[in-house]
């Protein structure tokens, strides 16, 4: 599948992006508030690591099915599926980790916003410059099958 390339970039960068978050938040946590600044922006971090994870790496594992008759529902049950864990696991991770004293929600929200925006403008660099077609596999009338 021609997505698989650009989905394990984004998957590399995004793992690359959130250890740098992690350093950096973490000493910025660090300053404001000590090792629960440091704990709170390494769990954040994670959390936006675990989010961008779920997307692509369900996407990678769906593309293994292309060609496949079933390949189209396979594709939106398993996406979706990602998408409604990634929000149940939310909100969960949210009602848990709400006024626990080891954590600074400040540090927490601001680690999981940087490490979203950051992960968004990697898979928008990463995207715009891919070579994906608009509409790719596709053959057109009159094209024999391996002459595009």
Sequence with gaps: ?????????????????????????GGIGYLVDGTIGLGSALIGTALALVFLSIT?????????????DLYVPIFFAVVLGG????????????????????????VLFLSIIAGVLVTLVIDV?????????????VILPGEEKGNN
Excluded at 85 to 103: C, M, T, Y
């Design 83 to 106: 998408w409604i864990l990634k929000f149940v696991l939310f909100l969960v991770l949210a009602v848990l980790l709400k006024d626990q004293p080891w954590i600074n929600p400040v």
């Design 1 to 25: 599948m021609k997505s698989t390339p650009i989905f394990r970039q984004s998957l590399k960068w995004g793992a690359i992006a959130s250890l740098v978050i992690a350093v950096v938040g």
């Design 125 to 137: 660099v990463i995207v715009s410059r891919s070579r994906m077609l608009y509409a790719s596999d």
């Design 56 to 68: 692509a790496g369900s996407i990678l594992y769906v593309n293994r099915f292309f060609g496949s």
